[in-house]
């Protein structure tokens, strides 16, 4: 047998395990959804402050130094869980701003938010006592010498966030498409301005 042919077999394998290895940044981001999702289900358990850090570091399975390398306490857990919601609606009303048309954005962004209902009302539940740092700032820039056509830039961007929130209190009773049409049509009437 040649030498080529005897290490043959062992090559593949070793491709084999190469393919299964994470990157780092895969590997970040499952250590990352792991801490979160234990932290959602312990929000299913009990209230926010009773949850210590050992607690949630138990539930992922991920090592004490794992959790400390990607976040510094369970508040920055809970902020990019709230972020994650927040970067969904600023990518809506980015597209949306960019051309796209907004009824089916918009449908798409309440049919997320009723799938991910559970970590929304999870989130909702703990936000009005944690000092979660907002992130739903301007994305399209307007001329400061235009005042009305910046407030009508404000007024549709919290819009949708004060939609999203009143529609979730009110127990996410319309559907997704009835939502999108009214979110819709009340962002094309602001943006007239």
């Given at each position: ?5 005897k ?30 999702t234990?932290?959602l289900?312990l929000?299913?358990?009990?209230c ?5 850090t050992t607690e ?11 959790f400390?390398?990607n ?69 399209k ?9 910046y407030y009508?830039q404000?007024?549709?961007n ?17 559907p ?18």
């Amino acid at each position: 047998m040649k030498e080529n042919e005897k290490s043959a077999p062992f090559q593949s394998d070793l491709k084999k395990k190469e393919a299964l290895r994470l990157s780092n940044a895969e590997s970040k981001a499952l250590t990352r959804e792991c801490i979160r999702t234990a932290l959602l289900m312990l929000l299913g358990e009990k209230c926010y402050e009773d949850i210590t850090t050992t607690e949630i570091i138990k539930k992922s399975g991920v090592s004490r130094a794992g959790f400390y390398r990607n976040y510094h306490s369970k508040l920055d857990v809970i902020q990019d869980i709230h972020d994650t919601h927040s970067n969904a609606v600023i990518d809506a009303l980015k597209a949306v701003q960019e051309g796209a048309a907004p009824e089916p954005v918009f449908k798409k962004l309440f049919e997320w938010l009723q799938s991910d209902e559970d970590e929304f009302k999870l989130l909702m539940n703990i936000h009005q006592r944690l000092p979660i740092r907002p992130n739903f700032g301007l994305i399209k820039n307007v001329e400061d010498t235009d005042p009305e056509a910046y407030y009508a830039q404000v007024a549709a961007n919290t819009m949708l966030v004060t939609m999203i929130r009143s529609w979730f209190v009110r127990g996410m009773r319309e559907p997704p498409e009835a939502m999108a049409k009214i979110s819709a049509d009340i962002y094309k009437r602001l943006q007239k301005h």
